[in-house]
């Protein structure tokens, strides 16, 4: 028991440390306040600001609404920022996938039908869209599809813009 509770001390001992270490510097000039920050790899620079001032807040709000009353067949129209490109469903009609974050707190699972629309082929992590879609929920924030016209002509038909250019 003596063990356990100096083991447990000595934890505690350093997690002190290291918060101390990690403590902000008291100096104004070094804690500017950022409106973005520029993360570097050796792939690609993005620029992360936070949504809420990039997007209206109204833009995106039936999709939240849609969320948070677990609705599904919701035709919605928003905006977000690419986060993740997935490998295309090959399966069947075909259909490129990538999730957006339309908020802090939300994001949606895209499958976009590359047999009846263009495949975005420009797109990347940190681009921004804005779409038109019909939109499935699911706990993890919601499938958009219908990103595209009709062939038929008996659905209302979806979009997807980016880069000045609209896939439909």
């Known amino acids: 028991m003596k063990r356990y509770l100096k083991a447990i001390t000595v934890g505690l001992a350093s997690l002190s440390l290291v918060a101390c270490l990690q403590a902000p510097q008291e100096d104004a000039g070094l804690n500017q ?3 973005a920050v520029a ?3 050796t792939t690609q620079t993005l620029d992360l600001k936070p949504l809420s001032g990039k997007f209206n807040v109204n833009v995106n709000q039936t999709v939240v609404e849609a969320f948070e009353r677990k609705q599904s067949d919701v035709w919605v129209q928003g905006a977000g920022v690419v986060t993740k490109l997935l490998p295309d469903d090959n399966k069947g009609s075909r259909h490129q996938k990538f999730l957006v974050r339309i908020n802090e707190k939300q994001s949606l699972l ?3 039908n590359i047999d009846l629309s263009p495949k975005i082929d420009a ?7 804005e779409f038109k879609g019909e939109y499935v929920f699911n706990p993890k924030g919601g499938v958009i599809h219908w990103t ?3 062939p038929k002509g008996q659905h209302e038909g979806g979009w997807i ?3 000045g250019n609209t896939f439909e």
């Open 123 to 129: 797109l990347k992590v940190g681009d921004t869209i």
């Open 33 to 35: 306040p950022q409106s």
């Open 148 to 150: 595209h016209r009709d």
């Open 39 to 41: 993360v570097k790899s």
């Open 161 to 163: 813009k980016h880069q």
């Open 110 to 112: 895209f499958a976009h």
